[in-house]
């Protein structure tokens, strides 16, 4: 093709056959889509949880002082520890919960929590909530939510911390306090007709330059996923927001958000980890029961994926000062309604929580089969969120030893002795 002849197509009518980027449909459009779910949450807890205080507890003083002297109960096929108000969540959600025994983790705060976070231990790979985000929220203002601390994204999404007034701010952002606005409604909305109009203009000019209408493109994109944050007004609480995972799933309900992370601390109990954990229980139930009642507000607590996860684990013991100190065996839970894979555990430990070999088809113990971690968990969370297939996923792949972890007829012992 010669120069002239191109510089011609590349300016003119037939751009949109030149540059794949820039279609009319984009202006016929007149806003972005809203994401439509699964929408993936998870729970980090920064720290250290004990897999003794949660699903796999044991009658052992020299593990557990449990309140009271009480004994570990039992809900559907879960176990759970006394401890908080585990007897609450674990009575009412047990028919949405996956529970993970006997992860294999290290005992550093930092490299266990990547371990926790993307499956791995080396740098290099992005944390779930990044590459889910990245697989299916193109085009959304706020892909990946934080509301503390993110994660690594390896060059993908990166997270957006946002306080919950300044997420009020964009929902709408003509409102100055709760009584006054900027300007008129009618004159915001006049201004966002011409600006549509001033960008259909200008994609009818002629002669104008490849990258001048490439710019003219990526502007209008950016306009169109600005445009769902107007979705935002009509999820927005009258008052404040309740919690973080409160402002996560309003983000869910307005279609702007695919991921979010939010943070439950002070599982770090190296000294008086029975009153310290039973107070992490009980934010933990808290954080769950908040994300579960707003998603069903919203009616979107069929399409919501929860992960509770923790950076490294605890040892089995109790120290000389009533704590426990860092171990390598943690615990995971996956939750999500009207499945058939759930009410089922995954993993075993041993009398004092040794990581224990299981058969990956029976999920029972034998001396020839797999150790699990974190990966076998991310493995799942990808099948459950449809992105297994990826290409994106498929690039940061797994090479561990595949494990039914989905087979609803298939779960894992606990012995709480």
């Known amino acids: 093709m010669q120069r002239r002849k191109f510089l011609q197509l590349m300016g003119g009518a037939g751009l949109a056959a030149g540059l794949p980027g820039w279609s009319t449909q984009l202006l016929a459009a007149g806003s972005a889509k809203p994401f439509e779910g699964p929408y993936y949450l998870n729970f980090a807890l ?31 096929r879960l176990w759970y520890a006394p401890m908080g ?111 549509l109009e001033r960008l259909a203009a200008q994609s009818q000019e002629q002669g104008v330059m490849p990258f001048a209408r490439n710019s003219i493109d990526k502007l209008h994109q950016a306009r169109l996923g600005t445009d769902l944050l107007d979705r935002l007004a009509d999820a927005m609480p009258e008052g404040d927001f309740e919690s973080p995972e409160h402002q996560a799933i309003v983000q869910f309900a307005a279609g702007v958000t695919a991921s979010a992370t939010t943070r439950v601390g002070g599982w770090d109990t190296h000294k008086e980890h ?13 954080a769950i029961e908040q994300a579960w009642k707003w998603a069903e507000h919203f009616g979107i607590d069929d399409k919501l994926v929860i992960h509770i996860s923790s950076d490294t684990g605890r040892t089995p013991t109790l120290n000389a000062g009533g704590g426990k100190d860092h171990g390598g065996s943690s615990t995971n839970t996956i939750m999500m309604k009207n499945q058939n894979w759930t009410n089922r555990v ?72």
């Not at 949660?54 to 003083?61: A, F, K, L, M, S």
């Not at 029975?274 to 808290?286: E, S």
Request: net charge positive.
């Open 346 to 417: 995954v993993g075993i430990t041993g009398p004092r929580h040794q990581i224990l070999k299981i058969n990956p088809s029976t999920l029972q113990a034998d001396t020839d089969g797999v150790v699990m971690n974190p990966a076998h968990v991310h493995r799942a969370l990808r099948q459950i969120l449809g992105i297994d297939k990826h290409p994106l996923a498929r690039q940061f792949s797994f090479g561990e030893a595949e494990i039914d972890v989905l087979n609803p007829s298939k779960s894992s012992p606990v012995r709480p002795g």
């Open 85 to 195: 108000r585990n007897k609450e969540i674990f009575q009412k959600y047990h028919k949405r919960m996956l529970v993970f025994n006997g992860l294999r983790v290290t005992v550093s705060h930092s490299v266990s929590g990547r371990l926790q976070a993307t499956g791995r231990t080396a740098q290099g790979y992005p944390a779930l909530a990044s590459l889910y985000a990245s697989c299916v929220g193109e085009g959304l203002p706020i892909p990946w939510f934080v509301s503390d601390i993110g994660g690594p994204n390896a060059g993908l999404t990166p997270h957006t911390r946002i306080g919950g007034k300044a997420i009020k701010q964009l929902g709408n952002p003509n409102i100055l306090t709760a009584d006054i606005q900027h300007q008129r409604p009618e004159v915001v909305d006049a201004v966002k007709r011409y600006r």
């Open 46 to 76: 920064s720290g250290g949880m004990d897999q003794s205080s949660w699903g796999d507890p044991r009658h052992d003083p020299a593990m557990n002082r449990y309140p009271g002297g009480a004994n570990a109960g039992k809900a559907g």
């Open 274 to 286: 029975p009153n310290a954990t039973g107070g992490c229980c009980t934010r933990l139930a808290t």
